[in-house]
């Protein structure tokens, strides 16, 4: 539940307007090398976030 819409993915976690998902569709073609970066930045640093956190719903088991 942390992305809403493929809108706010677009712009929030991939740097990008609110129709970059729905052009690549459309055109077939794979993510810019930059929006992945700009990805696996922002997972990254939240990554870190949650190591340090000491709240017990960030350090208890996984489920899925």
Same mark, same amino acid.
């Given at each position: !539940?942390?992305? &809403?819409? /493929? &809108? /706010?993915?677009s /712009?929030?976690w991939?740097?990008?307007? /609110?129709?970059?998902? &729905?052009?690549? &569709?459309?055109?077939?073609?794979?993510?810019?090398?930059?929006?992945?970066?700009?990805?696996?930045?922002?997972?990254?640093?939240?990554? !870190?976030?949650?190591?340090?956190?000491?709240?017990l719903?960030?350090?208890?088991?996984?489920?899925?």
């Amino acid at each position: !539940n942390v992305i &809403r819409s /493929e &809108r /706010e993915f677009s /712009e929030q976690w991939l740097g990008k307007s /609110e129709c970059y998902m &729905r052009s690549l &569709r459309f055109n077939h073609t794979d993510p810019s090398t930059d929006a992945l970066m700009t990805c696996a930045s922002k997972l990254g640093w939240y990554a !870190n976030q949650l190591k340090r956190s000491t709240a017990l719903h960030h350090t208890g088991p996984v489920t899925v």
